[in-house]
């Protein structure tokens, strides 16, 4: 494989992964997962996993559309392993749904706070939703990479 076509393997993959990030989260997460996915114990999980699920279904609809419309080679291997990254860095953050300011953060907002950005969490009401995004952002290149990675 030519790096020309792995690049452009990379940014399909990518620019598929991101557009389906923003459909999932915001057209296809239903309001009851949105308000209790962040929840303590095992309503919270469950009510995660259940949008998780919608969303790593939307991103694999994605992928296989990508592949249909180029005529790009997937290694669905690889595509599934990218599909998990994102999936299990998804749910990892989204278990802190409206808990990005409390006072004793746990998760990745323990993790925002840590690193130096407590006081703007407090301070900026959107600065949880773009810690957030920011973070699923990054990881979806990462999954870009790795769904990337491989072909037939």
Sequence with gaps: MTNSSKAARFAAMYAALTASHEVADHWVQIDAHATTKGGLGLDGALSCAKHVATYTATQ??????VQRA??????WKR???GLAVSAATHYIADRQGGHWRDEQPRGVARLAAS???AGWLQRDPNAGYL?????HKGWIAIAAAVASGGGR
């Design 60 to 65: 694999a609809l994605a992928l296989a559309v």
């Design 70 to 75: 180029t005529g790009m080679r997937l290694s």
């Design 79 to 81: 595509a599934a392993l």
């Design 115 to 117: 690193t130096g950005h």
């Design 131 to 135: 810690m957030d995004q920011a973070w």
